[in-house]
């Protein structure tokens, strides 16, 4: 049977973002929508993520002129939440706050908005709740998005192109004064568990040491590279450290306790930590900065608005051909998809630490905070 005999009959689809906003999301929802009315469909905004499909007046339709002029906007007009797990969601019962299961509800909600396919755009939490929508039926394509770069399935996510060019641009910048002031600079970037934003920012940005979850790290040899950076009379260094970083031994510094309906705990403390201990134990003036929801923010660059215009199309034809289940993913050069069943598995897509990035890294001399040089 080709293709096009086993294509449903779709006449309404619904889009939604949901976690962390990541540049590129616009893009992605534009070449949604634009493709799909080309197709002859109406398509459904849902706001903020699940729970527009859980509080009544939070999904509207979206024509042509509602996608005009957003390509280059960062953000997601349709707006986004990582607190609203369908099936761990909090609501107000009188005074109190209670815990409930409403995915049954979010499953009825897309019958009765006559949705034959919904487009679900979101990270590894999103695509997860995804996944279990779809094992209740609901007709459901997923879209990769994370700054974090950790998604199972596809060798790059949008959003991340952009937050390691705004990493880097920071570093270039923190050069200058570290080089005036001869001091220490220690950054902290997101990436949660995994090391991809400080890894590619810290090599592109000519970081003397780079800090990754995937290797844990000893302060003696920290320290050891930022007094070769003095001695070498450099007089001053440059230290890019992925939040998710720890040392050998202890666990990743987080800033309060998972809350109910989010995926994970908040991380952060770590290029504090590295920074005092760098001054307690070298004398060196060093200065900490965390780097934080700025490398989420802005236009996406060029490359983040194509992948993410070249995911929202394929999107599109995932539900057309009637393929639901399914996430597109870059295989580069191409396009393809892969079963939500296999990326929304709970374990992110962490640095080989092997690879050629950081082979390259420590053939230069830059540290990665472990005794291997
Ligand atoms: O997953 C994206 C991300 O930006 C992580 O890098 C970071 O740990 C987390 O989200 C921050 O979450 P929030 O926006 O809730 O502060």
Same mark, same amino acid.
């Given at each position: 049977?080709?293709?096009?005999?086993?294509?449903?009959?779709?006449?309404?689809?619904?889009?939604?973002?949901?976690?962390?906003?990541?540049?590129?999301?616009?893009?992605?929802?534009?070449?949604?929508?634009?493709?799909?009315?080309?197709?002859?469909?109406?398509?459904?905004?849902?706001?903020?993520?699940?729970?527009?499909?859980?509080?009544?007046?939070?999904?509207?339709?979206?024509?042509?002129?509602?996608?005009?002029?957003?390509? &280059? $906007?960062?953000?997601?007009?349709?707006?986004?939440?990582?607190?609203?797990?369908?099936?761990?969601?909090?609501?107000?019962?009188?005074?109190?706050?209670?815990?409930?299961?409403? &995915?049954?509800?979010?499953?009825?909600?897309?019958?009765?908005?006559?949705?034959?396919?919904?487009?679900?755009?979101?990270?590894?939490?999103?695509?997860?709740? !995804?996944?279990?929508?779809?094992? $209740?039926?609901?007709?459901?394509?997923?879209?990769?998005?994370?700054?974090?770069?950790?998604?199972?399935?596809?060798?790059?996510?949008?959003?991340?192109?952009?937050?390691? &060019?705004?990493?880097?641009?920071?570093?270039?910048?923190?050069?200058?004064?570290?080089?005036?002031?001869?001091?220490t600079m220690v950054v902290e970037v997101?990436g949660?568990y995994a090391g991809w934003i400080a890894l590619n920012a810290g090599v592109?940005?000519?970081a003397d040491v780079i800090l990754i979850p995937e290797i844990p790290f000893d302060l003696d040899v920290i320290c050891r590279k930022v007094e070769e950076r003095?001695?070498?009379?450099?007089?001053?260094a440059i230290v890019v450290a992925a939040e998710g970083a720890r040392p050998t031994g202890a666990g990743m510094f987080?800033?309060? !306790?998972?809350?109910?309906?989010?995926?994970?705990?908040?991380?952060?403390g770590v290029a504090e930590y590295v920074a005092a201990e760098i001054?307690?134990r070298t004398?060196?003036?060093t200065?900490s900065?965390?780097?934080?929801?700025?490398?989420?923010?802005?236009?996406?660059?060029?490359?983040?608005?194509?992948?993410?215009?070249?995911?929202?199309?394929?999107?599109?034809?995932?539900?057309?051909?009637?393929?639901?289940?399914?996430?597109?993913?870059?295989?580069?050069?191409?396009?393809?998809?892969?079963?939500?069943?296999?990326?929304?598995?709970?374990?992110?897509?962490l640095v080989?630490v092997e690879c050629?990035t950081i082979l390259?890294a420590r053939n230069m001399g830059v540290s990665l905070g472990d005794r291997i040089v």
């Amino acid at each position: 049977m080709g293709r096009s005999e086993g294509r449903p009959k779709i006449r309404r689809i619904g889009i939604c973002t949901g976690g962390g906003d990541a540049p590129g999301l616009n893009a992605v929802i534009r070449a949604a929508v634009k493709t799909a009315l080309h197709l002859g469909w109406e398509v459904v905004g849902i706001r903020r993520g699940f729970d527009g499909l859980f509080v009544p007046g939070m999904a509207k339709r979206l024509g042509a002129q509602d996608v005009a002029g957003i390509l &280059s $906007m960062g953000g997601t007009i349709l707006g986004t939440t990582n607190r609203g797990n369908p099936f761990e969601y909090r609501m107000k019962a009188g005074k109190r706050t209670i815990v409930k299961d409403v &995915s049954g509800a979010i499953v009825q909600r897309v019958k009765s908005l006559g949705l034959d396919a919904i487009a679900v755009i979101g990270g590894d939490g999103t695509l997860a709740i !995804a996944k279990r929508l779809a094992d $209740m039926g609901v007709p459901v394509v997923g879209v990769p998005k994370t700054i974090d770069n950790d998604m199972p399935g596809t060798v790059v996510t949008f959003g991340f192109d952009t937050a390691v &060019s705004t990493a880097t641009d920071a570093l270039d910048k923190l050069h200058s004064t570290a080089q005036s002031h001869q001091r220490t600079m220690v950054v902290e970037v997101m990436g949660r568990y995994a090391g991809w934003i400080a890894l590619n920012a810290g090599v592109a940005g000519g970081a003397d040491v780079i800090l990754i979850p995937e290797i844990p790290f000893d302060l003696d040899v920290i320290c050891r590279k930022v007094e070769e950076r003095y001695w070498r009379k450099r007089n001053f260094a440059i230290v890019v450290a992925a939040e998710g970083a720890r040392p050998t031994g202890a666990g990743m510094f987080t800033r309060e !306790a998972r809350e109910t309906g989010r995926q994970e705990v908040l991380l952060g403390g770590v290029a504090e930590y590295v920074a005092a201990e760098i001054a307690k134990r070298t004398g060196r003036e060093t200065r900490s900065l965390v780097l934080g929801h700025l490398q989420r923010g802005g236009q996406p660059t060029t490359f983040d608005r194509l992948l993410g215009t070249r995911f929202g199309g394929a999107a599109i034809r995932l539900i057309a051909e009637g393929r639901f289940g399914r996430m597109v993913c870059l295989r580069p050069p191409l396009i393809d998809s892969v079963p939500l069943a296999e990326v929304a598995i709970g374990k992110p897509r962490l640095v080989s630490v092997e690879c050629d990035t950081i082979l390259s890294a420590r053939n230069m001399g830059v540290s990665l905070g472990d005794r291997i040089v």
